[in-house]
């Protein structure tokens, strides 16, 4: 890697040390040591020796500048302090449903999969995200109007439905953070999120990922801080946005990729994501717009990755408009172009359509031989509308009756890579000048307060020159729940593939695409969802 490259690694961590740092506030001067409050305040201080320490405390070690906090124990300036919970469950039984080629005598010539074999792996372009998965994500709080702490927890299996352990599934804590919101003025608002969490760039719903459950950005998790200032002037909003990005540990040599830690990535190093983004908004009269422009840098400089391995690096180029309609819906527009350059050591802090890291991307997207070279150009958007809503005007309509909601969605992305396999099928190159394209629409329509019907189709070319890997899903679904707004749906849902000739699906661990392998026609799927 040239020093041109060097030089601008060091100014992008500059920058953002530099925001972190203009963060920090001088608080009061606690002396060092500790002596315990008694209840009552009138008994004084009291001492109370001990041969070892509570084991209900944190097990880690002293504070920086000599403070040593009494844990349990609220703040002096308080203010209005409240503890939150809340969370989101999702727990799917899935049964695909194909043929045996050759069944021998005392086999069914049916078979039945759990998980459905369908080409819907969540880190390829064909992931459509109809088959519905196990989720569940706990998330706690504590603070007041200027800071809060944030906890989450999530898994994405549950033990007892399995018949092996999976520990990659069990995430157990992902997210601890803090959230400043400093009061600077009534013009300025600024957040400041400090400590391990997740961001997410290009998501296509209102308040979701969307349909496909992918960032057309990026993802970005790892430790690190970002920074948010927001102005306003008349009708319009102005945004500035900055952050940076590391990891705690990283897979030595000595790591053996498995099961149980989700095939670590000894190849991959220390990776850092230094990001900007912008945004100019507008509303008027129960509408607004959007407009951002985004651009991160995923970088690695490790020499743990290897002796021979290339310093690699991920850029990230994105433009979005997010226009929220009233009772006309809402529209969402991205384009991103992925320049990867050897990124072959960049590690899963940052995520390019859904993939994980600069190995991911080869996997799905730049080819084996590509060393992590070559580029993304994704397009994509979601169109949301509530017909109830649109006709109930002016009266206002908030889910409270019938209710017709359709969506449509789509994404395409072009894929140039230095890997020139040719594909043994076409003839053609298999990872270099190929065109991605999917698209869906899906209808719901809301018939009592405890029932709704929906149908979704979706159509996925993973090679647009080459229809007989293509493939196409249709999904009725009954959905029950306990009332026009409630929280909660039991969902029955009957999906069909029509499959092309050469439609394959990712097998084994860890998975990869199995030519030989016939994916299910139907599956049929009966998941239970809460959220609070």
Known sequence: MDDRFNRRAIWALVISATAVVTLARVGPAYGQGAVVASPDASQGLRFDPSLSLDPTLPQVGAMPGGLTPA???????????????????????????????????????????????????????????????????????EGNSIITANVSVLARQANVSESFLEPADQLGITDVFLSILPPLSDRVHMQALLGAF???????????????????????????????????????????????????????????????????????????????????????????????????????????????????????????????????????????????????????????????????????????????????????????????????????????????????????????????????????????????RKLGIEATYSLLSWLAASMRYDRVDPNVDEKRYSFSAISPRIIFHTGWQSTDQVVLQYSHWFNGTWTTVRVGDPPVEDISVVPDGNMVSLSARMWW
């Open 71 to 141: 844990y349990g124990q609220r703040s002096l300036s308080e203010g209005e302090w409240r503890f939150d919970f809340h969370g989101y469950v999702a727990a799917p039984l899935n049964m695909g449903i194909g043929s045996r080629p050759n069944p021998r005598p005392g086999q069914s010539s049916t078979v039945l999969h759990a998980p459905p074999v369908v080409p819907d792996d969540l880190e390829t372009f064909s992931h459509t995200g109809v088959v519905p998965t196990t989720y569940v994500q706990l998330n706690f709080s």
């Open 198 to 436: 997740t961001l997410r760039y290009g998501t296509t719903g209102e308040y979701d990922e969307g349909r496909y459950g992918t960032p057309l950005i990026a993802r970005i998790t790892g430790v690190g801080e970002h920074v948010a200032l927001k102005t306003g002037w008349r009708k319009f909003t102005f945004t500035l946005e900055e952050g940076l990005h590391g990891q705690t540990n990283t897979a030595g040599s000595s790591i053996t990729p498995d099961v149980w830690n989700n095939f670590a990535d000894p190849g991959a190093g220390s990776t850092f994501v230094a990001h900007v983004h912008g945004g100019v908004g507008y509303a008027s009269r129960g509408m607004g717009a959007m407009l951002g422009g985004h651009f991160l840098r995923a970088f690695s400089q490790d020499d743990r990755a290897g002796t021979l391995a290339p310093d690699g690096r991920i850029d990230v180029l994105a433009g979005d408009a997010r226009l929220s309609l009233g009772r006309f819906g809402h529209l969402y527009l991205a384009a991103a172009y992925t320049d990867a350059l050897q990124a072959r050591t960049v590690s899963r802090v940052v995520s390019v359509l859904n993939t994980l890291g600069g190995k991911g991307l080869m996997d799905n997207y730049l080819g084996p031989l590509s060393g992590g070279t070559g580029t993304l150009m994704t397009l994509g958007g979601q169109y949301d509308l509530s017909i109830g809503r649109l006709v109930s005007y002016p009266v206002p309509f908030s889910g409270d009756g019938p209710d017709l909601f359709v969506s449509l969605f789509g994404m395409q992305t072009h894929v140039t890579s230095t890997d020139k396999t040719v594909d043994s099928n076409t003839s053609r190159y298999k990872f270099d000048n190929i065109t991605k």
